[in-house]
């Protein structure tokens, strides 16, 4: 299915910090949202990954979306919990928050064409993940260069965002069953921190960084999902 392979033209990107010593409550409570998300009457897809090695210990969510109009089939998660569970759907949302360090949401839009080498028909075991600070004047350029070297991964592509609404970054998602399919990634990071591939006359690798202020990189493993 298209919205496994990060082909939709938008995407809610929900993006979740997790207290290390309340990792295992966590993972409990984060089950019981995913619980009431596929038991209440809205069936909007997601999928959910966690850091499997990054900077630090985070729970991802990606609803892709057709449209931005989507955005209004996309229930709360207080209005889920309460829909289904009652008032202790309240109380099981407190326990949630007092798990998290930090919560935020973005919504992205699609940089690089739509490309679907494979059906998918349930979300990728991992992602290999990317995020990256690019100076708003050199955006344009960057996104055009990382977009070539992007390109020449047909096999197993890596699927460029911007940010529409939330903290302006490029953001950078391959696929794979498994980690070891990720190394097709190897090249691309390379590149990010070395400086980009070059055409000849182009100028070095270090200009066309100019603009890259930081970048962070993840893998990440799948733990839930739901279709529509």
Known sequence: ??????????????????????????????????????????????????????????????????????????????????????????????????????????????ITPANMPSVRTEPPQFLYYANLDVRPAHVPHFVARLSHVAAKQAQNPFNLFGTFAGATRIHGFMAGDSIGDLVAAEPIQRQVISGLEQEPGEGTGAQSLEGLLASETSILRYIGHQGT
Request: proline share 4%; glycine share 4%.
């Open 1 to 110: 299915m298209a919205q496994w392979q990060f082909q939709s033209p938008y995407c809610l990107f929900v993006r979740t910090s997790v207290r290390r010593e309340r990792y295992a409550a966590f993972k409990d409570l984060a089950a019981s949202v995913a619980f009431a998300y596929r038991q209440h009457a809205s069936r909007v897809p997601w999928s959910a990954y966690a850091t499997v090695a990054g900077p630090s210990l985070q729970a991802f969510i990606l609803v892709p979306l057709e449209n931005l109009q989507d955005m209004d089939s996309v229930t709360s998660m207080e209005r889920v919990m309460v829909d289904v569970y009652g008032d202790a759907g309240r109380q099981t949302m407190a326990q949630f928050q007092d798990c998290v360090l930090e919560m935020g949401a973005s919504v992205l839009n699609r």
